[in-house]
T-cell receptor
Framework: AQTVTQSQPEMSVQEAETVTLSCTYD???????LFWYKQPPSRQMILVIR??????QNATENRFSVNFQKAAKSFSLKISDSQLGDAAMYFC???????????????FGKGTHLIIQP | GAGVSQSPRYKVAKRGQDVALRCDPI?????LFWYQQALGQGPEFLTY????????KSGLPSDRFFAERPEGSVSTLKIQRTQQEDSAVYLC?????????????FGPGTRLTVT
């Protein structure tokens, strides 16, 4: 079974600065997908960014980018120019390219609580 | 269109009671997922539907948990004889196509408290 580890329960950053959230995962599969989801307080979880394992190029979405290191099984999220609206729980998630046995769903880490200091 | 909706948003049940949690996915979405999120944890996969077919129920914690999606749209997660360890937020998500890189859209969740 796959596991996802987020080693930072909480991170704090000054508004307008850059912060990096860490994520590592364990898998024996070669083909899979990785995601970062954001869960604001009392609001729905939304997708921030996604990466296909076979793509070497790191995904970027505006102020959000990832550092995907397949050999190291690392998938960190960098948020540039942090804004107050970025404050939320951030979850790293893994999805197998296969099916069945739980592979269809996402495997989440425990999350990192991101605090933005004004 | 509207996003994924769930009802009720909050449910308090006495231990031993049965509960039913409803999920209305985004119209036209083929895939539907249920997750359980305990306090301070990430969501954990429970079950997956593709249209009306339940293709994966490997995450259901016990035979007290049952899910259905009879017409391939609305889904219900039923928990029989609730226990205190069932207290959690139950999240529903839907996806346009079955697999891969495609985004899962999450509902607001139902917070279940078993007393």
């Amino acid at each position: 079974a796959q596991t996802v580890t987020q080693s930072q329960p909480e991170m704090s950053v000054q508004e307008a600065e850059t912060v990096t959230l860490s994520c590592t995962y364990d898998t024996s599969e070669s083909d899979y997908y990785l995601f970062w989801y954001k869960q604001p307080p009392s609001r729905q979880m939304i997708l921030v960014i996604r990466q296909e394992a076979y793509k070497q190029q790191n995904a970027t979405e505006n102020r959000f980018s990832v550092n995907f290191q397949k050999a190291a099984k690392s998938f960190s999220l960098k948020i540039s120019d942090s804004q107050l609206g970025d404050a939320a729980m951030y979850f790293c998630a893994y999805r197998s390219a296969g099916s069945g046995g739980g592979a269809d769903g996402l495997t989440f880490g425990k999350g990192t609580h991101l605090i933005i200091q004004p | 269109g509207a996003g994924v909706s769930q009802s009720p948003r909050y449910k308090v049940a006495k231990r031993g009671q049965d509960v039913a949690l409803r999920c209305d996915p985004i119209s036209g979405h083929v895939s539907l997922f249920w997750y359980q999120q305990a306090l301070g944890q990430g969501p954990e996969f429970l079950t997956y539907f593709q249209n009306e077919a339940q293709l994966d129920k490997s995450g259901l914690p016990s035979d007290r948990f049952f899910a259905e999606r009879p017409e391939g749209s609305v889904s219900t997660l039923k928990i029989q004889r609730t226990q205190q360890e069932d207290s959690a937020v139950y999240l529903c998500a839907s996806s346009l196509v079955p697999a891969g890189i495609y985004e899962q859209y999450f509902g607001p969740g139902t917070r279940l408290t078993v007393t």
